[in-house]
């Protein structure tokens, strides 16, 4: 079961490049490419959202139920694509880990601190302004991430309603 491409965001990503960068991982970290991180790969990459674990796990018990997927799997799979930076992560402390495509345009994120949505965002003066920060300090940036915590409209909707 090879997906031909996978639509992400209005973009397409040619799903055979990933495919073949995640086989090669696996060899060079002595793996066997399967159909369970095939699909773990592919769901991933197709959601738009950012999955936990147990929510990815979810997905694919619930998209292919014969496929005998343990939670184990996905865990070690993630843990792997996020080591190569295939997927990215972002931390809610005692609550684990959401991940996302590593492969998205850049973009920072809002974090609710009361219901953990998360919402992307892309601001050009920000991008503009980090470089130039690092530039003035004599900084090479390779790569950088920023997350805003708060409470999101709907949670502070609740609030004023309660």
């Known amino acids: 079961m090879v997906l031909s491409t996978v639509n992400i965001n209005d973009k397409t990503v040619a799903y055979e ?5 995640f086989k090669s991982l696996l060899k060079k970290n002595n793996l066997k490419f399967t159909i369970q991180r095939e699909v773990i790969l592919g ?45 990215t992560s972002l931390s809610f402390g005692a609550q684990g880990k959401k991940y996302e495509l590593g492969a998205k345009h850049h973009h920072d994120h809002l974090i609710c601190t009361e219901c953990g949505e998360i919402t992307e965002f892309v601001d050009e003066q920000i991008e503009e302004r980090q470089h130039k920060i690092a530039d003035s300090l004599g900084f090479l940036m390779s790569d950088h ?18």
């Open 43 to 87: 769901t991933l990459y197709s959601s738009n959202e950012h999955l936990t674990p147990e929510s990815l796990h979810h997905l694919i018990k619930e998209k292919y139920p014969d496929l005998k997927t343990g939670i184990a799997t996905v865990y070690r799979t993630l843990s792997l694509l996020e080591e190569s930076a295939m997927v």
């Open 17 to 21: 490049q990933l495919i073949h960068d």
């Open 145 to 162: 991430s920023m997350q805003i915590y708060g409470i999101c409209k709907k949670c502070q909707n609740k609030s004023i309603n309660n």
